[in-house]
């Protein structure tokens, strides 16, 4: 039997990455370059938000352009990855087993924090998407029970993709180039060395135990995807700091690998 895929969470950053790779889409390339080829991608994005866990079941996606005041051709393109209807059926009866509620979408397509690495990882769009939603009324500890009911799709084949910020607080972003806030670098470095450590309980009581915890994330559902990407790769995983910088100033662009849980 093959080996379990690892779980992946990517600090997704500025839509722009999809026409200006810089180095966080060179990272991605060599990412999509190196990982094993899966057989589909369940996606977790900060972008889809909702009460309760919903997967998309599309047979083709959508290219969701959610996102304002960009340059015209960001919104000219087109992310065509076929959907994963079966993968969907499949994240249904695993959450429905752990007796997590989960309802579909058949009409939802990629938004900006899937495709936009996806374009950088698989730019020929032909690997399988389907899309996981997170729930922001609800707690870290939540996310990662999400996870763990999902960790059997690790030995199927199948590579649980989260995307969110590692540090996103949009009201103090400032010009490229400008110096880290202390309160930035700060979160970014206790979240690296909480997961070096495996500190699961400082990592899941982020909000008390994080330094800067609420202006690092000021609404938290770009922090929640860590969450699912660390629980999938099952109990006790290892963490593996696959990326980091800034960019806007404070943006953390920092990504993950979680591998090896019982």
């Given at each position: 039997m093959a080996a379990p895929l690892p779980t992946i969470f990517l600090s997704h950053?500025?839509?722009?990455?999809?026409?200006?790779?810089?180095?966080?889409?060179?990272?991605w390339q060599k990412l999509g370059r190196e990982l094993p080829r899966p057989e589909a991608v369940l996606a977790v994005s900060a972008h889809w938000t909702t009460d309760e866990p919903t997967v998309s079941s599309t047979v083709a996606n959508s290219t969701i352009h959610d996102f304002y005041g960009f340059p015209a051709p960001l919104y000219q393109i087109s992310y065509p990855a076929p959907g994963a209807p079966d993968l969907a059926r499949r994240v249904t009866e695993l959450l429905g087993a752990a007796k997590i509620p989960i309802q579909t979408d058949a009409a939802r397509g990629l938004d900006h924090g899937a495709w936009v690495p996806l374009k950088n990882m698989y730019p020929l769009a032909n690997v399988k998407v389907a899309q996981l939603s997170v729930q922001p009324h609800r707690d870290a500890a939540w996310h990662v029970a999400l996870g763990r009911a999902l960790a059997p799709l690790t030995r199927e084949n199948v590579l649980i993709l989260a995307t969110g910020g590692a540090v996103h607080n949009l009201r103090e972003m400032a010009p490229d180039g400008s110096?880290?806030?202390?309160?930035?670098?700060?979160?970014?470095?206790?979240?690296?060395?909480?997961?070096?450590?495996?500190?699961?309980?400082?990592?899941?009581?982020?909000?008390?135990?994080?330094?800067?915890?609420?202006?690092?994330?000021?609404?938290?559902?770009?922090?929640?995807?860590?969450?699912?990407?660390?629980?999938?790769?099952?109990?006790?995983?290892?963490?593996?700091?696959l990326h980091q910088g800034f960019t806007l100033g404070s943006m953390s662009m920092a990504a993950y690998r979680f591998s090896g849980g019982l």
């Open positions: 950053g500025s839509p722009m990455l999809a026409l200006d790779a810089g180095e966080t889409g060179k990272f110096p880290v806030p202390t309160w930035a670098s700060n979160f970014d470095l206790w979240l690296a060395e909480t997961l070096a450590k495996g500190d699961e309980s400082s990592f899941v009581n982020w909000t008390s135990q994080a330094p800067d915890a609420r202006r690092a994330q000021p609404t938290p559902e770009h922090f929640l995807p860590i969450f699912v990407a660390y629980g999938a790769a099952g109990e006790k995983p290892k963490a593996e700091r």
